[in-house]
């Protein structure tokens, strides 16, 4: 079934100069799976489309359930220089929290 | 253990820890801080009680040879200029409006560094992510411009208030009159050796 990513995760983004990151948070340790097979790099570039011009790599911490994704060249030039309303990229966080992924029933809680 | 004093408001458990973890961070495995070079893959939580997270295991690497600098430099000027747009068709006026002033700066000839258009209660935050919206109440049309020359960006703050009247129709939210022309700092963090900084502590009475 396909899910919100919500569901299953919270957000916290924030920039570095023109780099924005995104820490996508397992709500349950076991959605942490889920997370890792379904939040890829590739997907969260594609999500942002033209708001995203440079690469996106991806790090993972099991240890904590979390994926964090560091977007370049995402803030149009960033900090001071930007002319975008969230020059921050504070809000991309809660933006990912739409994107659909796809999940079993019994890999679910609720 | 991360904890608070009580009766402070917020919380601290798991999920606040573990989002602060994550703020605005790189590599993981690789923090770089002045004194240490942390690994956030080896720290271990625990839940301890009604706001005390326990934090063990955590690993990490020497300080680096370097340390960084954030340094300022001049990097020319901008300019922010909005307009309120309201419904009917709150989002087709707005973007008019946008397509007006582009063919009036491109018909003076003149040019940007950059130029962004942002639609507030459409895509502002959240730009090709954010689902479609329909007919909207109002919509704010938010217009910059970066340049070099300061001249060019003050003749773009020229451009937005007389669209309140002939423009797309019933434009408001224009009381402060033409956007300010501001200079821009921009940020280049950097590195340089830790042997060129001597730390200098002074107490001031």
């Not at chain 2, 009766?7 to 601290?12: D, S, W």
């Not at chain 2, 430099?73 to 002033?101: H, M, N, S």
């Not at chain 2, 408001?172 to 590195?191: F, H, I, K, S």
């Amino acid at each position: 079934m396909r899910i919100p990513l919500a569901r299953v995760a919270h957000c916290r983004s924030g920039d570095k100069g023109d780099v924005a990151n995104i820490g996508v948070v397992a709500r349950e340790e076991c959605y942490y799976s889920i997370l890792v097979r379904e939040v890829t790099a590739e997907r969260v570039k594609a999500f942002f489309g033209d708001r995203v011009l440079g690469r996106v790599d991806r790090f993972e911490l099991p240890n904590v359930g979390a994926l964090n994704f560091v977007m370049h060249e995402a803030l149009g030039g960033g900090g001071t220089v930007s002319l975008r309303v969230d020059a921050q990229g504070k809000t991309l966080g809660a933006a990912l929290l739409r994107l659909e992924i796809e999940a079993d029933e019994h890999e679910l809680r609720d | 253990m991360i904890t608070k004093h009580p009766g402070t408001g917020g919380r601290v458990n798991l999920a606040s820890v573990k989002e602060q973890l994550v703020y605005e961070i790189g590599d993981p495995r690789a923090y770089i801080t002045p004194d240490v070079v942390a690994d956030f893959t080896s720290i271990r939580l625990a839940d301890d009680g009604r706001d005390r997270v326990r934090i063990t295991g955590a690993r990490g690497s020497p300080r680096p040879a370097t340390l960084k600098v954030s340094l300022n430099y001049f990097a020319g000027w901008k300019a922010i200029g909005t307009l309120v747009y309201c419904w009917p068709q709150a989002i087709e006026k707005a973007r008019a409006a946008d397509r007006i002033v582009r063919e009036r700066l491109a018909q003076l000839g003149l040019s940007f560094d950059a130029m962004e258009t942002e639609f507030f209660g459409v895509n502002a935050c959240h730009g090709p992510a954010a689902p479609p919206v329909s007919d909207p109440p109002e919509v704010e049309l938010r217009i910059g411009v970066r340049g070099s020359d300061r001249g060019t960006v003050e003749r773009f703050t020229r451009e937005l208030v007389p669209l309140v009247l002939s423009g797309p129709p019933a434009a408001t939210g224009y009381g402060e009159g033409r956007p300010q022309v501001r200079e821009v700092v921009a940020y280049w963090p950097t590195l340089i050796p830790r042997e060129e900084v001597e730390p200098k502590v002074e107490v001031v009475e």
